[in-house]
């Protein structure tokens, strides 16, 4: 492992996230891996809230897989995930720049391990 700290990593603002899973598929697409294994899961959060209700919450979170889709970023392109979330929730970029806009509580900032 590198003492290098990585340049580029998501911003996820998971107050959005919809449950579709479709970051998932992408991601295991994308490398041809079978169902279930992922650079990305998409984990669902029940709180339960007073009255007998409850709140539904997804939190799509990058695995120990997830290496920001090196072959399509150096290519130019998007990693699978952003490219395919259909609520747009994830965003690829420098983390210096990501972490300015972190601007609301349900947002994460994640980057690969190296």
Known sequence: MSDRKPEYGLLIDYEYCTGCHTCEVACSQEYGWEPGMA??????VVEPLPKDKAYLAYIPFPTELC???????KKGLEPACVKHCMAAVIKHGRIEDLAKEMDKPRMVLWAPRR
């Open 39 to 44: 650079g990305m899961k998409v984990i669902e």
């Open 67 to 73: 290496m920001l889709c090196a072959r399509r970023t």
